[in-house]
């Protein structure tokens, strides 16, 4: 896989973020069929259930509309997150109408879940916010995603429950990252 790359080492292994390239994207999609549902990963597609053909275009598509990054059209990155060596996952920063916010989200296949991958990726994320520039980093989430809560609560978000609602919202502050050395991420 080509293009930038971020780096840390936690509890579990090496964690990694790379933009997602043509050779990345096709591993991404297998990892993505094999151990997640496709609304677990991306934007509705109108149609059966399941990782239809069509289903499977639209995500690869979707990710290819993004890979001119954060200066593009669409003002937007993916990356792949990488567990020692395995594409386990995606990331994703947006900026957003706000001069100096982004938004962040990812999933992680199922059988990734629980071992401290995302709040290492979440770390590396907003290290990647920091060089950009952005003064804060937002997500939004679900009450009942108690994975994804601590993960932003070991990022020290500021966890904002909507009223009347199971929607969750997350504002960080990103880091700074020491030059030279890559961002390292512990759970």
Do not use: C, Y
């Not at 790359?5 to 991404?28: A, P, Y």
């Amino acid at each position: 896989m080509s293009g930038s790359q971020w780096r840390g080492i936690d509890m579990v292994g090496r964690v990694e973020l790379q933009q997602v390239d043509e050779e990345g994207l096709q591993e991404l999609l297998a990892v993505a069929v094999e151990d997640a549902a496709p609304e677990e990963v991306m934007p509705p597609v109108a149609g059966p259930p399941g990782w239809t053909l069509e289903r499977q275009g639209a995500f690869r598509n979707w990710h290819r509309a993004r890979r001119a990054g954060l200066a593009g059209p669409l003002r937007e990155s993916t990356f792949a997150i990488i567990h020692d060596g395995k594409i386990v996952g995606s990331a994703r920063l947006a900026l957003r109408d706000s001069h100096g916010v982004l938004e962040t989200g990812m999933w992680l296949a199922r059988s990734w879940r629980g071992h401290g991958i995302g709040t290492a990726a979440l770390r590396i994320l907003l290290h990647e916010a920091a060089r950009a520039g952005a003064r804060v980093v937002v997500a939004d989430t679900k009450a009942h995603n108690s994975a994804a809560l601590a993960a932003l609560r070991r990022n020290g978000a500021t966890l904002i429950a909507s009223q009347g609602t199971v929607e969750v919202h997350a504002e960080l502050m990103p880091k700074e990252t020491p030059t030279p050395s890559p961002p390292t991420a512990n759970p």
